[in-house]
C-alpha cells in the first residue's frame, strides 16, 4: 500500500507568491493532519481534518493559511502571500482511529514533507 | 501545561550502549496512546513503537523498549546497543482517547536529538 504522498517536495518560491501543497493520504485513513517543522518552533500542528471535516485550526498562523480537504483522498495548504517566515517543512500525516478490539494503534504515517523556502 | 515534555535537548551515548530517552505526559483521559518516533537526518519520521494507556506490559520492537511508568506518567523510549543509524531527533507524542469518535489530536514533545559515537 502506498504511504502519504506529498507534492512538491521541495518549493522555493519569492515573496508574496502563492503557495498550494498537496497531500494524499493512506486509502481508508480517517484523519489527516498538516504539521509545519522549523528548527526554531519544532513539530507544530497546524490543522487536522477527521472524515474530511476540519476539526481544529487554531494552528493556523494567520488568514495567510487556508487548508482544504475536498474529498477523502486529497488535502491542499495553501499560503497566500508566502513571506520567509514561512520557510519550514511542512508534512502531511494520516491516520486511523483506533477501535476497540482491533491492533490499530491510531499511529500516524508521515509523508516525506515539503520543504518551502521563500526568498 | 505542556502535554509532552521531553527534557533532553541532546544525548550521546557510546555505540553498542543502551541509552534512555525520557518523556512525560500530562493528560486527564483513561485511555491515550503514546508513540515514539525518529527522524534522521534525511527528515522523514519513523514510527518506532507504541504503548497503550491500558496495556499491562511495557511495549518492545526489536532494540526498542517503552518504559511505561503509568502513575509518574512517563513514557521512556530504551534503545538498547545503540548502532550508528540510531544518531537523529527522537519525539515523543500522546493521542488521547484514541477510541473516542470526535477529533483527537497527536501531542508531541520538543525532541532529543541523540548522537551515537563510535
Known amino acids: 500500500d502506498a504511504g502519504v504522498i506529498q507534492s512538491p517536495r521541495h518549493e522555493v518560491t519569492e515573496m508574496g507568491q502563492e503557495v498550494t501543497l498537496r497531500c494524499k493520504p493512506i486509502?481508508?485513513?480517517?484523519?489527516l493532519f498538516w504539521y509545519r517543522q522549523t528548527m526554531m518552533r519544532g513539530l507544530e500542528l497546524l490543522i487536522y481534518?477527521?472524515?474530511?471535516?476540519?476539526?481544529?485550526d487554531s494552528g493556523m498562523p494567520e488568514d495567510r493559511f487556508s487548508a482544504k480537504m475536498p474529498n477523502a483522498s486529497f488535502s491542499t495548504l495553501k499560503i497566500q502571500p508566502s513571506e520567509p517566515r514561512d520557510s519550514a517543512v511542512y508534512f502531511c500525516?494520516?491516520?486511523?482511529?483506533?477501535?476497540?478490539?482491533?491492533?490499530?494503534?491510531?499511529?500516524?504515517?508521515f509523508g516525506e514533507g515539503s520543504r518551502l523556502t521563500v526568498l | 501545561a505542556q502535554k509532552i515534555t521531553q527534557t533532553q535537548p541532546g544525548m550521546f551515548v557510546q555505540e553498542k550502549e543502551a541509552v534512555t530517552l525520557d518523556c512525560t505526559y500530562d493528560?486527564?483521559?483513561?485511555?491515550?496512546?503514546l508513540f515514539w518516533y525518529k527522524q534522521p537526518s534525511s527528515g522523514e519520521m519513523i514510527f518506532l513503537i507504541y504503548?497503550?494507556?491500558?496495556?499491562?506490559q511495557n511495549a518492545t520492537e526489536g532494540r526498542y523498549s517503552l518504559n511505561f511508568q503509568k502513575a509518574r506518567k512517563s513514557a521512556n523510549l530504551v534503545i538498547s546497543a545503540s548502532q550508528l543509524g540510531d544518531s537523529a531527533m527522537y519525539f515523543c507524542?500522546?493521542?488521547?482517547?484514541?477510541?473516542?469518535?470526535?477529533?483527537?489530536?497527536?501531542?508531541f514533545g520538543t525532541g532529543t536529538s541523540l548522537t551515537v559515537i563510535p
Open positions: 504503548q497503550g494507556s491500558y496495556d499491562e
Open positions: 500525516a494520516s491516520s486511523l482511529l483506533a477501535r476497540v478490539g482491533s491492533s490499530n494503534t491510531g499511529e500516524l504515517f
Open positions: 507524542a500522546m493521542r488521547e482517547d484514541p477510541f473516542r469518535n470526535t477529533g483527537n489530536q497527536f501531542y
Open positions: 493528560t486527564s483521559d483513561q485511555s491515550y496512546g
Open positions: 486509502s481508508g485513513h480517517d484523519y
Open positions: 481534518f477527521n472524515n474530511n471535516v476540519p476539526i481544529d
